[in-house]
């Protein structure tokens, strides 16, 4: 069986809303999954560059499916491997919420493989 590795990934600046006003940092990191196919979660890693904590969060179906907190100024290395398929069609999104007027960029990857 060949697999397809996929990357939702990138540098992006963002103000926050407050950490229960998750928002879409950007349309590119947006991934629906093919017909024909299932997708597997691999890693996410992240870092945060603003001086205080925001959380990235994986929206699956517009519903949170994970929540990635990262450390003023830190960073984070968690491995998603054999955690749960994604289904024919099932979209997901990276979204950030960061407490209201922090801004500052995040560092986003997330490694998916269709199969």
């Given at each position: 069986?060949?697999?397809?590795?996929?990357?939702?990934?990138?540098?992006?600046?963002?103000?926050?809303?407050?950490?229960?006003?998750?928002?879409?940092?950007?349309?590119?990191?947006?991934?629906?999954?093919p017909?024909?196919?299932?997708?597997?979660p691999?890693?996410?890693?992240?870092?945060?560059?603003?001086?205080?904590?925001?959380?990235?969060i994986?929206?699956?179906?517009?519903?949170?499916?994970?929540?990635?907190?990262?450390?003023?100024?830190?960073?984070?290395?968690?491995p998603?491997?054999?955690?749960?398929?994604?289904?024919?069609?099932?979209?997901?999104?990276?979204?950030?919420?960061?407490?209201?007027?922090?801004?500052?960029?995040?560092?986003?990857?997330?490694?998916?493989?269709?199969?």
């Amino acid at each position: 069986m060949q697999s397809v590795p996929r990357f939702l990934q990138g540098i992006y600046g963002f103000e926050g809303k407050g950490l229960d006003q998750p928002f879409l940092l950007d349309g590119r990191l947006t991934y629906t999954v093919p017909d024909g196919t299932v997708t597997q979660p691999v890693y996410f890693r992240g870092g945060n560059a603003a001086h205080e904590l925001v959380c990235v969060i994986l929206m699956r179906d517009g519903t949170p499916m994970r929540y990635f907190p990262i450390a003023a100024k830190g960073d984070v290395h968690v491995p998603l491997r054999v955690v749960e398929d994604l289904e024919p069609g099932t979209a997901i999104e990276l979204h950030v919420a960061a407490p209201v007027g922090t801004a500052g960029a995040v560092v986003i990857d997330l490694g998916l493989v269709e199969v």
